[in-house]
């Protein structure tokens, strides 16, 4: 799977959108942009993924550029409890290759 | 609540002991995945099941195992236990295996070795 690479930490105000960029130069066609949240010592808990197209829900839109190379996962409206580490990983989708590999992630902390 | 459910949510021991760490995956989730995260390790992937079967191994000690049941639970045997294998051990599962679908986790048990 392609590395990723991420700031090691961040900080955004209460109320503002929160943008997180990730690079992942290496990604090949059949790899998804995956991004997921730890709160804590909570379990991580997943936000979003997508291929090559943006992408929206409840929680968060994810932005990926047009040659894949790299993304951003935007939290429109941070709270206090957004605050967390946040995991951008790249993960194939093919029989026997579903591990996800987690790096170090960038520290995200909304400030009131 | 990502449905996925660790039992128990800590557990202490002492060194040399054996523990039994249990996963109860999402309702229709046939793949299991086991991680253990240490403070200067990180989140590392140990092993994967799907229905039954052992499909993938990461870092995962001899003294450790696994094993996932005919009703889908999973199991991590932890034996011999060294006070490095103080951890937060977290279970994920997915509904089949070679898709995209995200993996959900539960919220750990916490290992302390004494």
């Known amino acids: 799977d392609a590395k990723t690479t991420q700031p090691p930490s961040m900080d955004c105000a209460e109320g503002r959108a929160a943008n997180l960029p990730c690079n992942h130069s290496t990604i090949s066609g059949n790899e998804y942009v995956y991004w997921y949240r730890q709160i804590h010592s909570q379990g991580p808990q997943y936000i979003i993924h997508g291929l090559k197209n943006n992408e929206t829900n409840e929680m968060a839109s994810l932005i990926i550029t047009e040659d894949r190379k790299s993304s951003t996962l935007i939290l429109p409206h941070a709270t206090l409890r957004d605050t967390a580490v946040y995991y951008c990983?790249?993960?194939?989708?093919?029989?026997?290759?579903?591990?996800?590999?987690f790096g170090q992630g960038t520290r995200l902390t909304i400030n009131p | 609540d990502s449905g996925v459910t660790q039992t128990p949510k800590h557990l202490i021991t002492a060194t040399g002991q054996r523990v039994t760490l249990r996963c109860s995956p999402r309702s229709g989730d046939l793949s299991v995945y086991w991680y253990q995260q240490s403070l200067d390790q990180g989140l590392q992937f140990l092993i994967h099941y799907y229905n039954g079967e052992e499909r993938a191994k990461g870092n995962i000690l001899e003294r450790f195992s696994a094993q996932q049941f005919p009703d889908l639970h999973s199991e991590l045997n932890l034996s011999s236990l060294e006070l490095g294998d103080s951890a937060l051990y977290f279970c994920?599962?997915?509904?089949?295996?070679?898709?995209?679908?995200?993996?959900?986790f539960g919220n750990g048990t916490r290992l302390t070795v004494t």
């Open positions: 990983i790249v993960r194939v989708a093919r029989q026997g290759a579903q591990k996800l590999v």
């Open positions: 994920a599962s997915s509904p089949s295996m070679g898709d995209n679908s995200p993996l959900h």
